[in-house]
T-cell receptor, first 114, second 113 residues
Framework: KAGVTQTPRYLIKTRGQQVTLSCSPI?????VSWYQQTPGQGLQFLFE???????NKGNFPGRFSGRQFSNSRSEMNVSTLELGDSALYLC?????????????FGPGTRLLVL | DAKTTQPPSMDCAEGRAANLPCNHS???????VYWYRQIHSQGPQYIIH???NNETNEMASLIITEDRKSSTLILPHATLRDTAVYYC??????????????FGSGTRLLVRP
């Protein structure tokens, strides 16, 4: 089975712009979670989607949003980019049944905001 | 906040066993212990998880103490490619609706040639 894929792998944007990142989960997985990793804050949970609905959300401003499509692929969007949004953005997929299941991570998208 | 405490760094010699400890003294009865590792800015890689029994797979073994307040991840024959940051995470079981992993700072393992 193919693993979680994320596109693009690298991205450079300037302050004020917006960005959209994409994640394709493992085949058959219906839950997609997004995480942000920075040197200062480490790995932090952004949100999780299941069946096109956001099920859980972390403590990030409304500039961070996401969605999930009927094929379970997910996108996250960051509007009005700030320098502090420079980070590795990771998505993880799981089967999506009730409760905590093993999440499998993609390679990440490295975003640099100038 | 992370529910686990790990040493910030460890090292071991190539070919020897690497034993990575994790303290989770506040773990509750239905919470699992998960281990992931992250090799230099790649996505975290799932290693193993367990509830109360010891677990073994092709990558590692997980030893959980009887009181479940601590655990040890064992890489039986460490190689240079095992150099990574190892994260121990406590999360809920089948009825947990949190769906998120809370990462601490992890243990940076350096495998020496």
């Amino acid at each position: 089975k193919a693993g979680v894929t994320q596109t693009p792998r690298y991205l450079i944007k300037t302050r004020g712009q917006q960005v959209t990142l994409s994640c394709s989960p493992i085949s058959g997985h219906r839950s997609v979670s997004w995480y942000q990793q920075t040197p200062g804050q480490g790995l932090q949970f952004l949100f999780e989607y299941f069946s096109e609905t956001q099920r859980n959300k972390g403590n990030f401003p409304g500039r961070f949003s996401g969605r999930q499509f009927s094929n379970s692929r997910s996108e996250m969007n960051v509007s009005t980019l700030e320098l502090g949004d420079s980070a590795l953005y990771l998505c993880a997929s799981s089967l999506g049944g009730a409760g905590a299941e093993t999440q499998y991570f993609g390679p990440g998208t490295r975003l640099l905001v100038l | 906040d992370a529910k686990t405490t790990q040493p910030p760094s460890m090292d071991c010699a190539e070919g020897r066993a690497a034993n990575l400890p994790c303290n989770h003294s506040t773990i509750s009865g239905n919470e699992y212990v998960y281990w992931y590792r992250q090799i230099h800015s790649q996505g975290p890689q799932y290693i193993i998880h367990g509830l109360k029994n010891n677990e073994t797979n092709e990558m590692a073994s997980l030893i959980i103490t009887e009181d479940r307040k601590s655990s040890t991840l064992i890489l039986p024959h460490a190689t240079l490619r095992d150099t990574a940051v190892y994260y121990c995470i406590v999360r809920g079981g089948p009825m947990d609706s949190s769906y998120k992993l809370i990462f601490g700072s992890g243990t940076r393992l350096l495998v020496r040639p």
